[in-house]
Each structure stands twice: as structure tokens, then as C-alpha cells.
Nanobody
């Protein structure tokens, strides 16, 4: 598995535009480019759910609730995946987790999560 470290969460006002980052600092660059990376979130009392995912080939999928407000991107040179969020709503409040899916591991890797709290 790959250690992942998220950052960029915190308290934001509704309508805010924070950017989350997830670094796989211990990954070797030649293998990081083979990872599918994603962002998930978990609100209190709810199951973890997909927010956005980017395959190694750059294909992207978003959850329906994103509605064009979030953008996932990846910088292979920095071994980092980002989630640029905008037009945040209180219902976006959750712990956001970074996820890596590698071709050589039967299980996904997860970061420790970063809390995003949106106040109205």
C-alpha cells in the first residue's frame, strides 16, 4: 500500500473555494503514474462516498452531487492529486479522504482524511 497524506481542509464559509491536496511522497514516480487516484468523503452518520476519481489515463468521473463545483487534477511530478472545490455548501461538510488504487495491490490505499467544515 501507498502512504497518502492529505491537507487543505478546515473551516470555510459557504461559497468558499478551498483546495485539497494529497501527496504520495514515498511512491516512486514511475509507479505513481500507474495509480488511479480519487477523493471520497464521509459525513457524520453516513457512509463513505465517492467525490471524484481520475484514472491513470486521465479519465475523470464525478459524483452527481458535485454538479460542476469540484475539479480533480493530478501532478505526477509532485506525486500529488488535488481537489479544487468551489461554491461549497454546508452539506459538503465531511472528512475528505484520498484514495489510491494501484495495479499491483489487491487493496486500496487511504489517507488519514482531512476535515472540511462549511458554515452558512
Amino acid at each position: 500500500q501507498v502512504p497518502l497524506v492529505e491537507s487543505g481542509g478546515g473551516e470555510v464559509q459557504a461559497g468558499g473555494s478551498p483546495r485539497l491536496s494529497c501527496v504520495a511522497s514515498r511512491a516512486i514516480l514511475s509507479t505513481f503514474v500507474t495509480y488511479d487516484m480519487g477523493w471520497y468523503r464521509q459525513a457524520p452518520g453516513k457512509a463513505r462516498e465517492l467525490v471524484a476519481r481520475m484514472t491513470k489515463d486521465g479519465r475523470v468521473i464525478y459524483a452527481d452531487f458535485v454538479e460542476g463545483r469540484f475539479t480533480i487534477s493530478k501532478n505526477n511530478g509532485r506525486k500529488t492529486v488535488y481537489l479544487q472545490m468551489s461554491s461549497l455548501k454546508p452539506e459538503d461538510t465531511a472528512v475528505y479522504y484520498c484514495n489510491a488504487r494501484t495495479p499491483t495491490s489487491p487493496t486500496d490505499s487511504w489517507g488519514q482524511g482531512t476535515q472540511v467544515t462549511v458554515s452558512s
